[in-house]
Structure formats: C-alpha cells, structure tokens
C-alpha cells in the first residue's frame, strides 16, 4: 500500500500544478464518464450503477485531497488555486457530503426515473464546483466555480419535474440565485476597479492603501449579500423553506450542506483573508445577521407544520450559530466556524437521510404529525430520527454540541457575550421545536391500524451506509472532536497567515539571524 | 486494591451505559430487559459501595481521583473523584437504579427496550454529574440527563406525556444556556475548566466583581429551576403526575441541590453570601407555599409533587444558611429525601397498577386489604415527616437547629410550620388512602398484597431508615469531610501545588 501511494506521489509531484487541483481533475472525470456512459446506454437499461461509479469518484476524490496534505501550501495556475490545510478539510468535508448524498440517493430514486444518469453527473459536477469555490483565491475562479456549484443544485432542485413542486422551486432558487450571483459579481468588479487586481492575497494588500475606500467598502458589502444568501442566512433566507420543500429529500440532503460549507469556506476566506483590514467593518454586520438569522429561523420554524420547512428555518437558525464564531479572535472563530460546518453536515445529512426513508421519494407522509409513532413502526429509523434531532438540539456528546460550543466559546473569547446568550437562549428555543418531533415520533399514534397501515420503509445497503456514516461522524464530533479539531485549527493557521509576510521572503532575501 | 480504586468510577459510570446498550442489542423477549437492567443496575450498585468502604475518613480532598486530559483545546479533561458531600449521592443514586427497575417491573408493559435502556443511560448521568470534577464534563452529564427522562415521560405519559416532557425540558433546557455562557466566559477568563483549580483562581484572581455576580447568577438560576426553588417550580407538578414511577423519584432535587452546594456555593462564596438572604426567604415560601398546596391536592402525585417542593426548600434553606451543621444536615436530608420518597413512591405506583387512578378520593381502607403495603407507608410517612427515630427528624433537626442558632430564629420558626403542615398533609394522605370505609372502588377488586419483589426492595428500604435515624454518624462523618464552608477557609489553607497550577494556568492565558 505504501510503495503504491509512492508510486502515486512520485508521479504527481513533478506535475504540482496538477496535483493541487486533483480531487476536482478526480471528479470532473468521473463526471464525464457518467454522462459518456448515460449516453450510451440503452433507454430501459437500469442506471443505478453509474450511481455506484460516482460514489467511487466522490471517495477517490476525498483520498486525492488527503493526498495534498503532503504538498507545501501554496498556490499554482498563476496564483488563483490554492491548496492548504484549510482546502484539505473543506475538501474532505464536501465529498464525504456528496459521497454520504450519493448513497442515499442509490437506494431512494425510483428505479424508473428519467435521467438517473444525469442527476449522479451533476451531483460529481456539484461537488466539482464546491471544491474549486473553497481552493480559489482568484476572484474570477471564484465566481465560475460558484457558478458551476449553483447552476448543477438549480437543476437538482428542479429534479421530481412531473410534481408542481419541483419546477416552482427550481425558478426561485434560480431567480433569487442569480440575483445573488450578480451582487457578488459587482463587488469583484468595484473590488477590482479599486485595487486593479482579483488576486485575493494582492487585494488584501492593496485594499488598505486603496484610494477609493467607499469602492472597497461597497465591494465588501456586495461580496457579502451574494455570499450570505448562499448560505441562506437572515435576511437572505426567504428562498430557502420553498426549495428545500419542493426538492427531493436526497437532494435536499446534498443542497442544505455541501453548498453552504463550500460558501462559508469562501466567507471565511473573503473576510479573514481578503478583508481583515475592514474587521471592524464586517464584524459588527455579520454579528446582526447571526442574530437575525437564530431568531427568524427559529421563531418561524416552531409555526411550521411540514418537517421539511421545519429543517429549512432550522437550517437557517444554523447559519447564525455559525456565524457566532465570526466574532471571535483570528484563528480560534476560524477553526470554530469550520469545526461547526462539519458538525452541522454530519447531522443535516443524517436527518435528511432519515426523512427521505420515512416520507419516500414522493413524500406521501410530509407533515410533522405523520410521523406519530414512527418510534414503534420503524424503530431503528424513530431510533436514528431522535438522535440525529438530538444533536441538532446540542445535547453532549454529539457533534451538535461541540459545534454549538466552539462557536460560541470563540464569540466569548472574542468579547461577544450578548451574541452568545442571545444564541444559547435561541438554542433552548430551537429545543421547542426539535423536540415536538421527537415527541411526536415516540408517541402512540392513537388508532392502532392506521399505524400497520403505513409499510415499514426497508433501509438498504447503500442508504443503511450513508446513515451509519452519518451516525459515526456525528458520534466522533461529539465523544473525541479533537482530530477534526486539529485540522480545523491547522486550516485556520494557513487561512491566517498574514499574505504581506509569505510574499516578502519569496521574493527579497532576508538576511538570516544568526543562530 | 489500588488498581480498583483508580478506575471505580470509571466503573460505575460505565456498567450502566454496557448494560443499556445490552438491553438495545438483546431481543425483547420474555422478561429479558427487565433481568438484564436488574442486574446491571445491581452490580452497579454494588460498585457504588465499594466508594464508603474504602473511603478514608478525615483527608480532606477528592478521593478516587482520575484526571485524563480528553481534549486538547480548549482544555477539558475527563477528571472524576468524589469527596464527602458527592460521596453518599453516588450510593443513593446506585441505590435507586434497582428500585426503580422494581417499581417499573410490571407497570411499564410496552417498548420495555427503550425504557430499560434509557433508564439506564440516566443512571451514567446522574452519576457522571455527582463526580465530574471539570465544568464542562459536568455541563455535559447535566444536559444529557434531561434527554432520557424526557423522552420516557413522553412516552409513558399517563394523560398527556408530551406537554409534560416539552415543559420539563424547556424549563431545564433554557437555564442551561446561561449557564454555559457563565461557564465559558469564566475559561476566557482564566483558561480552565477545573473545578479546583477554578475555585483557587476565583478566590484569588483579580476577575471583575460585577461580571463575577453575573455569573454567580447564572449559575445559581440554572440550578434553582432543576431543584426547583419556589417561583421556578412551574414544571414539577406535570412532571411528577406525568413521569414513570422509576423516573419520579430521580427527577428533582439531588441534582439541583448538589449542584448549589458544589457549584454555586462552593465556586462562589462571596456572591452565595450576597444572594443567600433572598434564597432564605424563598426557601421559607417554598416550605410553606407546598406544603399549603400539597394540602388540597387530589391526585397522589399532585399531592408528593407540592410535598417535594416543601421538602425540597428546606433543604435549600439549610445550603444558604451557611452553615457546617446546616450543610451536615442538608446532604443527610438529600439522602433521606432519596430512600423515603423512593418508599411511597414505589408502593404509590403498586397502588396505580392494582386501582388504576391516582385519585385520593377513590381510596378508602386499604389497610384491612392490603395490610403490609399500609404497613410500609405508614413507616415511610412517619419517616418523612420526622418521627425521632427515623431518619427524616436527624436531617430536620440538624437543618433547622443549624438555622435557628445560626442565621434567624424568625425564618426558622416559619419553616417549623411548615413542617408542622407536612405531618398534616401525610397523615391526612395515610388516613384517605388506608382508613376509613371501604370505598367502591376497593371493594370490587380482589385483595392484591405486595408481591414478592416489591416487599424485597421495601424491607431494606425500611430498615435503611431505621438505621440512618438511629446511628447518623455513619454518614455524617464521612459527609463532614468534604464541607469547607466559605468562613472556615482561608488562603493558609491551600496546598501549595494546587497554586502552582493556578499559576501556571494564568501563565498560560
């Protein structure tokens, strides 16, 4: 095994360019396999090995991007990709995301369904898209791979197409998405005609000294709206409770985590890496969308009737609790914001995984108070509903909890202790909520047939791995957070590093002290 | 030996966690979660007492002592021990596992496996919050032992299960959150979780007088609404009428109490000193205000819900008296409070099974029909009300002498009525369920007597209350080890190496 991956590294490292930008070479070649194969197939052949094949990809690629930890950090294609701790841990993040998605969506889309083959290519192009976004540190690459990410989940929003549904939340996620994608498109632009440049360490540099600070400024803000209503927090969030309802669960399961972890990523890299001159700028707005965020999120979300909605403001009173962490000092609020993306996909993925067993691809059981009982009809699927809500609640010794407790220990560090109680008081709010299904599900559903009416859902292979996935990683954050702790702490050290001093040694020698 | 004591409580917190896992993995077949939680519950009981037998008398300090670091950063360590005042907690809460297994033998039917299981998980708790030695360690058990209790109140809710389960839950969850704010500015502050190392730097550390109320607060409001002290007990009522036998007679007090005590008053002595007249006062409210209320109640459980809050606030009375009797006496009480209540809570369930209501009024001269289940009541009342003898008067009696000589004999008088009030109601209680004439409902079911096994976990019960009324100092030698109250402790007292640590954790910051 050992002199394999020699014989792998010893081949790669002369092509470095190449080798940092792998898991994306990794998946966009699975990807267009996929669509090759699709292509060639006959019409009423079954897909579902291609499904299989992008698994492979998604866990080839997580392999690829472990693989880069022995790479010196650094960037290649003339500084836009970069590769480091931080995009290692994204990296590993959003394929094992789109890996666990995978799983889950070989054992619940309809055997029948058109264009399975093309929903597994655009899942791998998805992930492309994701990756690249948390690796760019070119403005320009950053937007193409926000666009490749955005336009593959506008398609899979749109996916169960024969339901009214699907296409209504498609449109707005597009609509709304666009609009979005545009405000960040001006902020480059201002952000280049201030500085001259879209190379984020140059901008970093340059953006203090810049002459036209009201461009800068704008530029910060507009970057800021295209980002935040990626992922979905207040008040950019009204899209979010409509696409999650209309998409297909497995998607939701994708389109509620990966593309949020890779926006954040790309959030902590504009304010920490591009912008920490403007700190006290940013710090204060972004301190008012955590509260608005909780608070919208959670109130709306004890009104709701239908789990999915439910999730969808949960998922946005999440957002906020992670952008707790945005207060605190440098590295502590990075690792911490980090740590509690990957906490909340282990969780969200979980439930949704759970939710997309128990309701089906069709979603014949969507409301809240279908799921009385469910404890008794499928206990192993109530068993894994409880936990994962449990989690989501923050109890110890789940990952919910070690999320909710870095990111809040950074905003205490950072002085931020209204921001803190305000979202410890929401958490007890959110509490309401997550347990009113727990109840729900653990309770008797008072007339007797109506409860062997409903067929026990079967968990297969593949989604039985998805979910024992899902549980473990939510476990390992919660029991022993310290390995994930560490490479979030080393991502946020390379994040950190200030650019002025990485560029000064390269390119002037320092005489060196003598020892 | 020393191998043993080095992993005892490591032990005790994980042989229950072994044996709900048992109970998921196992069919439910037969009575087989029921003997499985039995025994795990025994033999963790059993580990339990190996902690007073080897118990050294007089040395001050935690004993059995384990301290691993768990995570790096921030710092939090797995460190465990006990002292004098978690020392009995951890029997009683040993104790009460097999009781409640017994209780819940036959009342609890259905879905046994989750029940047993999470009854289980409870017990790792319940314990792990009696010898966490790190706050967030304690912060952890603390939270994770709303999740099984609340789930099986909703579960086996006898009305309305899930109301009862969302306001116990909310009610405790809520608090919670201030308190880990509290608990996370203070590692800001001095870069420790430490319960000791915590302690010396709040004493000695230059931190802010103001935040330092603040977070005295936060601490002690947390802890109030879990015992529950008087305006905060809006949860118990439900919780009690609604919650599993086995569950009732875990869900308030000890881990409240022991908390104050620990936490609150043993982190801050000088805020404690500040809020102690208002606690005093709501104590005495408490006293009076439940007992007055567990006077008109209808429903049994009602009736021991408002009984526990009366009993419950004289306890809290004794902690904020300040005193070391007044300590003595409230750790004495918790344990008494824990094997009396544990009695009628378990013969008030046998009587819910055979009757099917827990309507007061629907009882009347059990004693001719059920002549040892009146038997053991009537003990346990005696005991509870504070018969001389019995273990309820020394717990009584070292609290409110403790309060009379040494805060103010005003507030002790008005707590004496209080537990005036408390024989009244008992008696009362005794005399509707056991005398009087034969009710209809008595008389159409067919003489039940306590079964073998209730009569097992009873006996012992009984003669536990005999003994710890006739020879306390069984237990209170061993509890006074661990009081330091604030006025006998002082800067010579502290052992050099644990200022090192200080030191070195301020270097650190």
Redesign the interface.
């Known amino acids: 095994m050992n002199t394999l991956l020699d014989l792998i590294l010893h081949f790669l490292l002369p092509h470095e360019s190449l080798f940092r930008i792998l898991p994306e070479v990794v998946l966009t070649l699975t990807g267009v396999t996929i669509m090759l194969i699709d292509a060639s197939l006959p019409i009423g052949f079954p897909r579902r090995l291609l499904g299989f094949l992008a698994a492979i990809g998604a866990t080839l690629a997580i392999w690829a991007s472990l693989l880069q930890l022995s790479l010196p950090a650094g960037s290649s294609f003339f500084g836009t990709v970069e590769t480091s701790p931080f995009t290692v841990f994204f990296h590993v993040l959003i394929c094992g995301i789109v890996l666990v998605a995978l799983l889950l969506s070989l054992d619940t889309l309809p055997e029948d369904s058109h264009h399975q083959g093309e929903f597994y290519a655009l899942v791998v192009f998805g992930a492309v898209g994701m990756c690249l976004l948390t690796g760019a540190v070119e403005l320009l690459v950053v937007f193409i791979a926000l666009e490749i990410s955005s336009i593959s989940t506008y398609v899979l929003a749109g996916y169960r197409k024969q339901t009214g549904r699907g296409p209504e939340a498609a449109i707005k996620y597009f609509l709304l998405g666009s609009f979005a994608t545009g405000f960040l498109l001006y902020g480059i632009a201002l952000i280049f005609g201030a500085t001259g440049t879209t190379q984020i360490y140059e901008i970093a540099h340059l953006a203090p000294s810049a002459q036209n600070h009201a461009f800068v400024v704008a530029a910060l803000a507009l970057m800021l709206v295209g980002i935040l209503f990626k992922v979905s927090a207040a008040p950019f969030h009204v899209w979010t409770p409509d696409v999650y309802e209309g998409a297909p669960s497995p998607v939701v399961a994708l389109l509620s985590t990966a593309p949020k972890a890779a926006a954040f990523a790309l959030l902590l890299r504009v304010v920490y890496e591009m912008f920490p001159s403007l700190h006290a700028l940013w710090s204060p707005l972004l301190w008012v969308v955590a509260v608005l965020s909780m608070t919208v999120g959670n109130l709306a979300a004890l009104r709701q009737q239908n789990v999915k909605r439910m999730l969808a403001y949960s998922s946005i009173a999440h957002a906020g609790y992670l952008l707790a962490a945005f207060a605190g000092l440098g590295t502590s609020g990075i690792a911490a914001a980090s740590f509690y993306t990957a906490a909340y996909a282990a969780m969200n993925v979980g439930i949704f995984a759970v939710i997309t067993l128990v309701s089906g691809y069709e979603e014949k059981l969507p409301l809240i108070d279908d799921y009385r009982g469910l404890l008794y009809r499928a206990p192993l699927l109530g068993g894994l509903l409880i936990f994962f809500l449990v989690s989501l609640v923050g109890i110890p010794f789940t990952g919910g909890f070690f999320g909710k407790f870095y990111s809040f220990s950074a905003a205490v560090d950072g002085g931020a202790i209204a921001l803190a109680i305000i979202g410890l008081f929401n958490s007890g709010l959110a509490a309401a909520y997550y347990l009113r299904l727990v109840l729900v599900a653990a309770q008797r559903h008072p007339d007797q047939n109506a409860e062997s009416a409903v067929p026990a859902p079967q968990v297969g292979v593949a989604v039985g791995a998805a979910l024992l996935l899902a549980v473990a990683a939510t476990l390992v954050l919660g029991i022993v957070p310290g390995e994930v702790l560490r490479a979030a702490q080393s991502g946020a050290h390379t994040l950190q590093a200030p650019p002025a001093d990485d560029a000064v040694p390269a390119m002037t020698v320092m005489p060196q002290p003598a020892p | 030996m020393d191998a043993i004591n080095q992993s005892i409580l490591t032990l005790i917190l994980l042989v229950p966690l072994a044996g709900a896992l048992l109970v998921a993995v196992l069919p439910d077949r037969a009575k087989l979660p029921n003997w499985i939680a039995l025994l795990t519950t025994l033999a963790s009981f059993v580990l339990t007492l190996h902690l007073p037998i080897h118990f050294v008398l007089g040395q001050s300090g935690f004993q059995y002592e384990i301290n691993r670091p ?5 710092v939090i360590s797995y460190h465990v021990g006990v002292d004098g005042l978690s020392l009995w907690l951890v029997v009683l809460t040993g104790l009460l596992g097999p009781v409640g297994i017994i209780a819940s033998w036959s009342a609890i039917a259905e ?1 046994r496996k ?1 029940f047993y299981s999470l009854f289980l998980v409870q017990q790792t708790a319940m314990v792990g919050v009696f010898i966490s030695l790190d706050l ?1 360690l304690y ?3 603390w ?2 032992s ?2 099984p209790m ?2 099986l109140i ?2 086996y809710g006898r009305k309305d ?2 109301k009862a ?2 306001k116990f ?2 009610f405790t ?2 608090p ?3 308190l ?2 509290a608990i ?2 203070l ?2 502050r001095t870069g420790s979780f430490d319960f000791a190392t915590l302690q010396i730097l709040i004493a000695h550390g230059n931190l802010p007088a103001a935040a330092m109320c603040w977070v005295a607060f936060a601490f002690l409001f947390a802890f109030a609404v879990k015992v529950p002290v008087f305006p905060l007990h809006g949860w118990l009522a439900d919780t009690f009428s609604e919650a599993p036998v086995a569950l009732a007679m875990v869900v308030a007090g000890k881990l409240g109490l022991y908390s104050m005590l620990r936490f609150h008053v043993g982190l801050f002595p000088v805020q404690a000193r500040a809020a102690a007249p208002y606690l005093i006062a709501l104590a005495v409210i408490g006293i009076l205000y439940g007992a007055c209320l567990a006077l008109v109640q209808r429903d049994f459980w009602r009736l021991m819900a408002f009984a526990a809050l009366s009993h419950l606030s004289l306890i809290t009375l004794a902690i904020y008296g300040l005193t070391f009797t007044g300590w003595t006496g409230a750790i004495y009480q918790i344990l008494n409070h824990g094997t009396v209540d544990a009695a009628l809570f378990l013969l008030l369930g046998a009587l819910e099974v055979r009757y099917g209501t827990s309507q007061i009024n629907a009882y009347g001269g059990l004693a001719a029909k059920l002549p040892r289940a009146a038997t053991f009541f009537v003990i346990a009342t005696l005991a509870m009300i504070g018969l001389p003898m019995l273990n309820g008067f020394v717990g009584e009696f070292l609290i409110l002498s403790s309060t009379f000589t040494g805060v103010s004999r005003s507030w002790t008088i008005a707590a004496t009525l209080g537990v005036i009030l408390g024989a009244a109601y008992m008696l009362w209680l005794v005399q509707r369920l056991f005398y009087g004439a034969e009710s209809k409902l008595i008389a159409s079911r067919p003489a039940d007597d306590l079964h073998f096994r209730e009569w097992v976990v009873l006996a012992p019960l009984t003669v536990l209350m005999l003994v710890m009324g006739l020879a306390p100092s069984i237990w209170t030698n061993s509890i006074q080890t661990g009081i330091h109250p604030p006025d006998l402790k002082g800067s010579a007292a502290l052992p050099p190496s644990v200022l090192q640590i200080s030191i070195h954790g301020e270097v650190q910051r």
Do not use: D, T
């Open positions: 768990w995570i790096e950063s921030p879905r989750v967030m912060y952890g058990f939270e994770l709303l999740v609340a789930i909703a579960m299960g899930p389960a969302l839950f909310l969850f809520i919670s959150a201030p880990l704010v996370l500015w590692y800001a």
